[in-house]
């Protein structure tokens, strides 16, 4: 599969038809935790200042430009990407093919009540999935035990991790080996999106490639975080192209 190195995360050239289609094929290959993770520009800047961090992306299956910043970066290094290929979306075409298939998924994450408020939406829009499971993204020890318990014995086709980045990959890359499932989605938000505890940006910004725009009006508090938006431009337009 064709990739493109932006700042040392190696980011597949795939559009949302594409990566869910590759998604089906691990499952119906009987594939043993393959982990799929969405970085966008600010996840690739951490993963900048984060060696380890950067190598834990570089171990995914698949590894998607989620952000129009991404897509930005690899049309600067000559390797354009088709299209930005979000998480929520590739999520979303993913669970219409499964239900064609009747596959199986788990949802792990957000605040206690939402996977459960979530997977009642899933079970009513895509007729033929079985949600095998829920589990909040609130854990001590003890409890992160008891999911990972639980998660085996539903032996789900598809696990979704909403905790974050990077929490939520770091959590998927330490647990690969004991996790009982086919596919883990790193996809941050996902579960709250679905649920409606969370408003996803209207049509004209996704359009418009300025989704993080709304998401700043709505939430002014993510504004320190955002400075990595431009000190990601900058960052590629400097020192992207010594990366092969």
């Known amino acids: 599969m064709d990739k493109v190195n932006i700042l040392g995360a190696h980011i597949d050239k795939v559009n949302i038809e594409q990566a869910s289609d590759k998604i089906i094929e691990m499952i119906e290959n009987g594939e043993?935790?393959?982990?799929?993770?969405?970085?966008?520009s600010e996840i690739l800047m951490r993963a900048y200042r984060d060696k380890e961090f950067c190598d834990i992306l570089n171990t995914a299956a698949l590894l998607t430009a989620d952000g129009i910043g991404v897509v930005y970066a690899a049309k600067i290094l000559g390797s354009p990407i088709e299209e930005r290929c979000a998480g929520f979306d590739t999520a979303c075409r993913l669970m219409e093919k499964m239900a064609q298939k009747g596959m199986s998924l788990y949802l792990f994450g957000s605040k206690?009540?939402?996977a459960d408020k979530a997977r009642d939406i899933i079970l009513e829009k895509y007729k033929g999935i079985q949600v095998v499971g829920c589990a909040d993204g609130y854990?001590?020890?003890?409890?992160?035990?008891?999911?990972?318990?639980?998660?085996?014995?539903?032996?789900?086709n598809v696990l979704f991790v909403c905790l974050g980045a990077p929490k939520q990959?770091?959590?998927?890359?330490d647990h690969r080996n004991e996790l009982e499932v086919n596919v883990c989605l790193g996809i941050g938000g996902t579960?709250?999106?679905?649920?409606?505890?969370?408003?996803?940006?209207p049509d004209f910004y996704i359009?418009?490639?300025?989704?993080?725009?709304?998401?700043?009006?709505?939430?002014?508090s993510r504004i320190g975080r955002m400075m990595d938006l431009p000190k990601f431009g900058f960052t590629v337009l400097l020192h992207g192209k010594k990366y092969k």
């Open 169 to 173: 990959e770091k959590w998927i890359y």
């Open 112 to 114: 206690p009540g939402v």
């Open 191 to 201: 579960i709250d999106v679905i649920s409606g505890n969370t408003e996803r940006a």
């Open 207 to 220: 359009r418009h490639n300025i989704e993080w725009l709304y998401r700043l009006v709505k939430q002014p």
């Open 139 to 156: 854990f001590d020890a003890e409890k992160e035990e008891q999911i990972v318990a639980d998660i085996n014995d539903k032996k789900p």
């Open 32 to 40: 043993k935790c393959k982990y799929v993770f969405t970085p966008n």
